[in-house]
């Protein structure tokens, strides 16, 4: 099993940064990629971004490609998700997951980025 824990989200002013943090523990395996999802209040899972086992090669949604940014060092390190000229559209629950084959199949529970209306 992979356990999966979002930190890093907050209450922040349209236009605002927020830097979250995904860390693994259990039995992780050295080549697994890591995505970032989120759900808005009313709407479906989506799709942010993912980064690869390797670290380097990262993919992004188009209504976030420029400004959010997913880095982390190696695959037993904290992937992190940079959110940056957030809107208010951006209000949601982010969830990080992992996966080795195509199948995310492991979630964490989520953090909760708000932007007051």
């Known amino acids: 099993q992979v356990q999966l824990v979002e930190s890093g989200g907050g209450l922040v002013q349209v236009g605002g940064s927020l830097r979250l943090s995904c860390a693994a523990s259990g039995r992780t395996f050295s080549r697994y990629e890591m995505g970032w999802f989120r759900q808005a209040p009313g709407k479906e899972r989506e799709f942010v971004g993912r980064?690869?086992?390797?670290?380097?090669?990262?993919i992004y949604a188009d209504s976030v490609k420029g400004r959010f940014t997913i880095s982390g060092d190696n695959a037993k390190h904290p992937v992190y998700l940079q959110l940056n000229r957030l809107g208010l559209d951006d209000t949601a629950v982010y969830y990080c997951?992992?996966?080795?084959?195509?199948?995310?199949?492991?979630w964490g529970p989520g953090t909760q980025v708000t932007l007051p209306s």
């Open positions: 980064i690869t086992w390797s670290r380097i090669s990262t």
């Open positions: 997951a992992s996966r080795t084959t195509s199948t995310w199949d492991y």
